[in-house]
Structure formats: structure tokens, C-alpha cells
């Protein structure tokens, strides 16, 4: 039988998302790494969760067929140099070992559920190593990253002081504000008004803290940034007014179904909305005029805490109780 030859200089990180899985390839050998190859592909693993928690049997067929595709791309990566984390769905699906147990047979290494706070470590340290080269890296900086399932909110430096993960995102919105797939601007403002309200008894102490600007990391800010068109000091941002704009836009669909933007991938029309309204809300309640978007994210920090950390294991999974 023929052996893998592996690259012992390879590494890479797999994100497993409520909405989407995305693995990164990078070559450690170069300082910083350079990446080599980048894939995602839409799961929408968190849509098959039930009222119960239960994790749907397509779910997770579908959530195995991507995580196959993957294991396929890393076949040069040393089992020891993958690592894979689970975000959201993961953290709280009951039977989350129907999934966990065979993907981790496809990929031939450990899948690690991390907290909701360690998700924002690591997606705050993954926009600090993307902006250290650039002139607003050394700010102090709030990072917000919208996901399908939760929402990671980080005030820091070079590492974060505060931070927070909040019971939002787009996928669950987009079933709870939008359950006959209508968009409606009654669905749409209660939307903005719950991610408003989920964060805003954590304002207060992020702005003690303070900062100095504020970055969104997540696909979601990379689509509302894309559609505002606006850029500054070399990063796409939104504004406030882009935001005013973009609701036009959105608006101008009666469903989730008809929503056509040749800006975005098709993959992310039927979550903008929710994705949007989240975004607002989290504008209001910070009192933010505008939002940078870094491609820095959570599998960025992956890579850039196994380097730092060399041969020591990645942080503990977290052990939920059924």
C-alpha cells in the first residue's frame, strides 16, 4: 500500500461553522506563513438543529460529505499538523458525537468543540496577526465576527482584555425573524432590535475598556463591506450611511428566495438579511459610524496560536453535558 508522503511544513486549520466549513493551507517555513490555499463550502450544519438540540441525520450527511471534500485537500498536511475546531452547532447539538465521531475518522485528527470564549481569543488573535504589518494593527481595536449560530465580540491590543460570545447569528435569525422566509421591515427592525438588546449589557464594559477602532472579521461584515463599496486606509469598511443603503437594497425583495445581489456569492443571499440586521444592532448599541472588515479570522488565529505555541496541544475542548 502506497504511504502519504506528508510535508512536515504544512499546516492547517479547519473551522467547522453553523454556516459554512473553511479550511486553510498554510506553509509554516516562511515568516510570517504564507497560505496556500484557502476553500470554504455552505453546510448550513446549524439549520438542522431542532427546538431539542438535536442535530438532523441530513445535517450531518451534509455536514460529512464537505468535511470529505476537505480531508481530500490535506492529504499532504501530518495528521498532528490539523486542527480542527467546532464552533456553535457543535457546542450545543446533543448528539453531537453522530457527527464528530466519523468526521474525525475522514480527517484523521481530533475535532476540538471550543468555547464561545475561546472562539473570540482566537478570532481576535487571528485579525491582530492579519493587521500586524499594517498601520492600524498597533490601535486599540473592538472585533466583532458574526457567524451562523453565535456572535464573538473582543476589545484589545495585541491580545484582548474583554471578551464575549453572544447567542446570535445569522442562521438561527434568519429561522427565528424570518420563519416564513418573508422579508418585512417588521421582521427586519425586530430583528435589529433583538441583537441590540443581546449585547447591550456588555456595552458598558467594553467601553471602559475603549478603542480606537473597530474591525469585523466574519462573511457576513465582508458582505455588508463589499455592497458599501467603501474603502479607507487600504480596508474595505461599512458606514453608517452604506448600511441605510444596503437595507434599501435588501428591501427591495419580498423573500428570502428572491434575493439576488451579483455582488456576493449566492451562498450568502438568503442570510444577508439577518446577517445585516445583527450588524445594525451591534452598531446602535456600540454607537459605531463605521466598521472595517480584516480577513483575519477564527482559522487565522488557529494557525497563529499553533505556531506561537510550536508543538504544545491547542486549548482544551470544551466538555458539554448532555
Not at 77 to 88: D, E, K, L, M, Y
Not at 117 to 138: Q, T
Not at 153 to 175: H, Q
Amino acid at each position: 500500500m502506497n504511504q502519504v508522503a506528508y510535508k512536515p511544513w504544512l499546516a492547517a486549520a479547519l473551522d467547522l461553522g453553523t454556516n459554512s466549513f473553511h479550511v486553510t493551507i498554510v506553509d509554516t517555513r516562511a515568516q510570517p506563513y504564507r497560505v496556500l490555499f484557502r476553500y470554504g463550502q455552505k453546510v448550513q450544519l446549524g439549520a438542522g438543529l431542532d427546538q431539542a438540540n438535536f442535530l438532523s441525520t441530513d445535517a450531518i450527511d451534509r455536514g460529512l460529505n464537505a468535511i470529505q471534500i476537505m480531508a481530500s485537500q490535506m492529504t499532504q498536511v501530518a495528521p498532528q499538523n490539523r486542527h480542527i475546531v467546532a464552533t456553535n452547532t457543535l457546542r450545543v447539538a446533543c448528539n453531537r458525537q453522530d457527527f464528530i465521531q466519523p468526521a474525525e475518522e475522514f480527517l484523521q485528527a481530533p475535532i476540538q468543540v471550543i468555547s464561545g470564549k475561546r472562539e473570540a481569543e482566537l478570532i481576535f488573535a487571528g485579525v491582530a496577526d492579519e493587521l500586524a504589518s499594517h498601520s492600524l494593527g498597533s490601535q486599540d481595536k473592538l472585533v466583532i465576527d458574526i457567524g451562523g449560530g453565535s456572535t464573538e465580540i473582543a476589545c484589545g491590543r495585541d491580545t484582548p482584555k474583554l471578551l464575549n460570545s453572544f447567542p446570535m447569528g445569522c442562521v438561527v435569525y434568519g429561522k427565528q425573524f424570518f420563519p416564513d422566509r418573508r422579508i418585512t421591515e417588521t421582521a427586519l427592525q425586530a430583528a435589529v432590535d433583538a441583537a441590540r438588546q443581546c449585547v447591550s449589557s456588555q456595552v458598558a464594559a467594553y467601553k471602559q475598556q475603549g478603542w480606537q477602532l473597530c474591525i469585523g472579521s466574519s462573511g457576513t461584515i465582508k458582505a455588508l463591506a463589499t455592497l458599501s463599496g467603501k474603502q479607507q486606509q487600504g480596508l474595505a469598511m461599512v458606514t453608517a450611511d452604506s448600511m441605510a443603503n444596503i437595507e434599501k437594497r435588501i428591501m427591495q425583495f419580498g423573500s428570502l428566495d428572491e434575493v439576488v445581489l451579483n455582488d456576493l456569492r449566492s451562498d450568502r443571499w438568503e442570510i444577508l438579511p439577518a446577517g445585516y440586521a445583527i450588524t445594525l444592532g451591534i452598531m446602535q448599541a456600540f454607537e459605531l459610524s463605521e466598521l472595517y472588515f480584516s480577513s483575519g479570522a477564527l482559522r487565522e488565529g488557529v494557525i497563529a496560536s499553533q505556531i506561537e505555541a510550536q508543538t504544545k496541544p491547542l486549548h482544551p475542548c470544551v466538555k458539554v453535558l448532555n
